[in-house]
């Protein structure tokens, strides 16, 4: 009789147990943790460690705590696609990603046929909410079609007298983003003097830069990432060239800087407003920084990403999808990013994008 009143118990204590497990909501954040990207893959990963810490020590969600998954894709697509379905068999609710917008549109058909929340912290290729397979996939970063109209208006208008080249990386992030500089600068009455690809992951782009050089490019705009803009910038200085580059958010990362060293200076870029500056994201970005993590580029933006995941959660009283979904769709959220919302694609109702320049090794508005 001991043994069996013995086995109860345990019985009991493990079903407890295996109750407070099941209670913990888990969600996860996906993006370049590796590779040559895997800087931006840091800034995600701090946010988001710093949201489930502070969501937790609020009291979680709806009484739940919050554990955190983290997948790393390279900023592959085929990875990023055995990333969402390893995330499905762990029990996922909510995706804060992915970083790369060739990794983040097949991941989000996975997300949508299996009833995941996925809000992307930085991909911005517009056919990512464009063309979303389901209600339930969101971004609070801005737009390739927004960021271009900013870019291409100032191309057009501050160089119109200047050798303008376009670059781009053959990404979904990078081309896209070429391009809708492009057709708005054309639009303007502005012609390139020159298009071309390059393919990323190579260290020498000695003879693209000769091709520049021969062109008498004065301003290159660089559609693609901060490795090979580094070091097409290093690599026209070295040849003597003064161009100016210019390019997008996926400069905003120090690590721009030391490819480049004082090379670097006098390089443009778009990016939303910092949101380090925000009165909201101060106590966040004093404990990231207390714990030696970057609040830099797109850490405070995965953060935010769970924020408002965690609030529509709140407002719709469970983790459903469909409940979230039209949380998110009705809901205005408070977050470090400031007060935001959703249109009806999915994107971010914020400021769009500014000017910034690399200083002595920072970036800060131009």
């Not at 995706?95 to 917008?101: D, E, K, Q, T, Y």
Request: charged share 20%.
């Amino acid at each position: 009789m001991k043994k069996y009143l013995l086995a109860g118990v345990a019985a009991v204590a493990g079903m407890a147990m295996s109750g407070a497990a099941f209670a913990d909501i888990v969600i996860a954040t996906a993006g370049p943790m590796t590779g040559q990207y895997a800087s931006f893959g840091a800034q995600m990963k701090a946010g988001a460690e710093q949201a489930v810490a502070d969501i937790n020590a609020a009291g979680g969600v709806n009484g739940e705590k919050l554990v955190l998954e983290v997948g790393d894709d390279a900023c592959d697509p085929k990875q990023a696609v055995a990333v969402a379905n390893q995330m499905v068999g762990k029990g996922v609710v909510f995706m804060a990603g992915h970083f790369c917008s060739g990794s983040s549109i097949p991941a989000s058909a996975v997300y949508a046929e299996e009833g995941i929340i996925q809000i992307s912290p930085a991909s911005t290729n517009p056919k990512f909410t464009d063309e979303r397979p389901g209600p339930g996939v969101f971004r609070v970063c801005g737009r390739d079609d927004q960021q271009g109209q900013v870019a291409g208006t100032f191309l057009a208008t501050e160089f119109k007298d200047k050798n303008i080249a376009i670059i781009q990386d053959k990404t979904a992030y990078g081309k896209g983003l070429a391009d809708a500089t492009k057709e708005v600068m054309n639009g303007l009455g502005k012609k390139e003097a020159l298009y071309e690809a390059y393919t990323a992951g190579e260290k020498d782009y000695t003879a693209l830069v000769s091709k520049l050089k021969s062109e008498n490019i004065d301003v290159v705009y660089v559609g693609g990432y901060h490795t090979e803009a580094g070091l097409i910038k290093r690599q026209m200085v070295d040849q003597g060239m003064d161009t100016i580059l210019v390019s997008g958010d996926a400069l905003v990362t120090d690590e721009y800087w030391s490819i480049t060293g004082p090379a670097g200076e006098g390089t443009l870029m778009t990016f939303s407003p910092d949101p380090r500056k925000n009165a909201e994201a101060k106590p966040v970005v004093e404990a990231l920084e207390k714990a030696g993590k970057t609040a830099e580029g797109y850490a405070l933006y995965t953060y935010a990403a769970i924020q408002a995941w965690a609030d529509a959660v709140k407002a719709a009283g469970s983790t459903d999808y469909e409940a979230v979904t039209k949380a998110l769709d009705a809901g205005d959220f408070d977050t470090v990013l400031g007060k935001l919302s959703f249109d009806d694609k999915g994107d971010v109702t914020l400021p769009g994008y500014v000017w910034y320049v690399w200083k002595d090794g920072k970036y800060d508005y131009k």
